[in-house]
């Protein structure tokens, strides 16, 4: 294409990202994976492995080790084993090492965020500008906690051997969630990464040898739902950390009932996106591209209810329909993508079985006049109309780039629908007038509110999260439920 | 029920609750609306009302506590007053549980603030019955919760003679709901109840593990004692921040600058 017709059209080219670090990487582990237990790469007992995909070409990654229950006990008893040296070291040596890690982050950030981006299907615009920068923020703010510890937080101690299992949609930000805190307060972990992407996961246990980290302090096992279900039931486990389905969270709930153990549990979500009539529907737009297209809508706080009040309603939705038509869906390493690939072909067919049930109910699909790339797992951003509240589709979460829009007439009945779920994550409200932004949000049932913004994340306080409710806690208070 | 002292001697009768009442309760404390909107300044001056109330009949509950568990008239005095003082604990904290300000990587005002889980559900020690109830029921409604309660399935007079002090303290219609019977069946319907917020159980490792199982479809957020021995005169187990945290959820405010 000529400059000259590039002006006239106004299209991107393709700009693709180079992989060549994160293949030298894949390459020096022979793109075979084991256990990351007790410091060493462990084959494991097994035998087994399976197969990494890149959602958006289809390419075969790495083969990765499949746990199983002895992986988990070694990994277990490692952690356990290097509990009290890790404990006895203080705060200022956990800081230390903390802080270290947080520098190789940020030191192999463009390795992460290709490394991600190939594993997980998401832009790498994303994984480059949001996820990696927001892991380094959370290591650095952590070995702050660790730091603070002796002084500002006499009256507390560590929990023990913290089991983590983390999801697909953020890998490194999930395990940043789950391991900064967990390792300032003198735990020591095991984390298992979801089994569509343990690659980032794995560059981290090479992060871990670099920094020194002590043996045993985290390790890192690999596997689907046996191996994490190990962990869950493993007696010498003192508290879980999940992130993923409600199904699991119950699973989980109801296998360490009467144990002691601790859990957070972090689960769905169907969050309200509310646009009353003196909002800004500009801004409306791009906010609505950050609730609901931002990770492919694969995200659990996702924006994905729009209520509109109605003498907005139809103007703000040909202003999205023209918003849909200039996303460009494409291969994650480009940089010019706005929505990459859906993570796996179970997850596409969730979302298109959803959309057709929204359809037979009734509601009102719109999908941009394009159509994706034929190679790899990609799903049009798609707007329903006119849902009726009851509907599948505005109550079961989708979990991808589908927006459920209905209006409302009054600030009550915006509040009943925005409430009308059993989920309690986040919400966003959008309005010019601050005193009725601060009027609606303390009757939102939500452990988060954006105002005039969407999906904005800074450094996670975790949260016991025993409902479903977001809480982004002090920082004390994220160090105290760990 | 029949209610007895330690010498099998009749007492009194108290109702025996089922799942329906359970169900009554529920609805009553999701319509106490008044409470839940109240400030915390308004909710502390009803607390140090409640206690006032409690001052004054002051040896009328000691002589329940004395007639229930049969302990010599200066420790059922001392459970009297201690509930007292607890509840001035309660009626300061009221208003003085504050949230934060996050410093952030946005230009933001990131507010953190505590809100009210909602609907708690309580299930009270058997121990030091008026104390139990007291450092249990009264940490949840300060934080604006409405609360179904059951008290002491062995000795439930000193909360049931609880309603009478409430009633001229100018507590809320649906703030305390109190159901009386056996505690291993109401804690079930408590449990399985889809429209209760919160659970706070403090009796057997069984009931905490039950407690822990039938919450798992609705998810409510529990906690459970598992059978260990608390005791309710030491102020750093009997009050303070660990009930407040269980009585709040913290609710993230972003509101970003620039026009």
Known sequence: ?482 | MTIKDMFGNHLSQVPKGNRKDIRNAVEAAHAGTSWASMTGHGRAQVLYYIAENLSARADEFASRIEQMTNVSPSDAAKEVQASIERIYSYAAWADKYDGQVHHTTQRNVTLAMPERVGVIGIVCPDVSPLLGFVSTVIPAIAMGNCVVVIPSETSPLSATDFYQILETSDVPAGCINIVTGGKDELTKEMAKHDDIDGLWYFGSAEGSKEVELLSAENLKRTWVNYGKYRNWYDRAQGEGAEFLRHATEIKNIWVPYGA
């Open chain 1, 1 to 482: 294409m000529s400059i000259k017709e590039i002006y006239q059209t106004m299209e991107y080219g393709p700009a693709p990202e180079s992989n060549k670090e994160s293949v030298a990487f894949l390459d020096s582990h022979k793109r075979k994976f084991s256990l990351f237990i007790n410091g060493k790469w462990t084959k494991p007992s097994s035998g087994e492995y399976f197969e990494s995909f890149s959602p958006a070409t289809t390419q075969k990654l790495a083969q990765i080790a499949e746990a199983n229950e002895k992986d988990v006990d070694d990994a277990v008893k490692a952690a356990k084993k290097a509990l009290k040296p890790w404990v006895e070291l203080g705060g200022h040596s956990r800081a230390r090492y903390l802080y270290a890690i947080a520098r190789q982050i940020q030191k192999h950030s463009r390795n992460f965020a290709v490394l991600e981006s190939m594993d997980n299907g998401k832009p790498i615009r994303e994984t480059r500008d949001i996820d990696i920068p927001l892991v380094a923020r959370h290591f650095y703010h952590h070995a702050g906690w660790a730091q603070l510890m002796d002084t500002e937080m006499k009256d507390y101690k560590e929990i023990g051997v913290i089991g983590q299992i983390i999801p697909w949609n953020f890998p490194m930000l999930m395990l940043a969630w789950k391991i900064a805190p967990a390792l300032a307060m003198g735990n020591t972990v095991v984390l298992k990464p979801a089994e569509f992407t343990s690659l980032t996961a794995l560059l981290f246990a090479d992060i871990c040898k670099q920094v020194g980290l002590p043996d045993g302090v985290v390790n890192i096992i690999t596997g689907h739902g046996g191996t994490g279900a190990a962990l869950v039931n493993h007696p010498d486990v003192s508290k879980i950390a999940f992130t993923g389905s409600t199904e699991v969270g119950k699973i989980i709930r109801r296998a360490t009932a009467g144990t002691g153990k601790k859990i957070s549990l972090e689960l769905g979500g169907k969050s309200p996106f509310i646009v009353f009539e003196d909002a800004d529907l500009d801004s409306v737009v791009e906010g609505i591209v950050d609730a609901i297209w931002f990770n492919q809508g694969q995200v659990c706080c996702a924006g994905s209810r729009l209520l509109v009040q109605e003498s907005v309603a139809e103007k703000l939705y040909s202003k999205i329909r023209a918003r849909m038509e200039t996303l460009r869906v494409g291969d994650s390493l480009d940089k010019s993508v706005d929505i990459g690939a859906i993570v796996a072909p179970i997850q596409l067919k969730t979302i298109e079985d959803l959309v057709q049930k929204g359809k037979d109910d009734g509601n009102i699909c719109w999908q941009p006049s394009w159509t994706c790339p034929k190679e790899g797992y990609f799903y049009p951003p798609t707007l329903f109309t006119n849902v009726s509240p009851s509907s599948i589709i505005a109550q079961e979460e989708i979990f991808g780039p589908v927006l459920v829009a209905m209006s409302f007439r009054s600030h009550s009945e915006a509040v009943k629908l925005a409430n009308n779920t059993r989920y309690g994550l986040a919400s966003s409200i959008w309005t010019e007038n601050i005193n009725l932004a601060l009027d609606i949000a303390p009757q939102i049932k939500a452990g988060t509110v954006w105002i005039n913004c969407s999906n904005v994340f800074d450094r996670r306080d975790l949260v016991d999260i025993e409902s479903q409710v977001m809480v982004e806690k002090a920082a004390k208070r994220a160090c105290t439920n760990m």
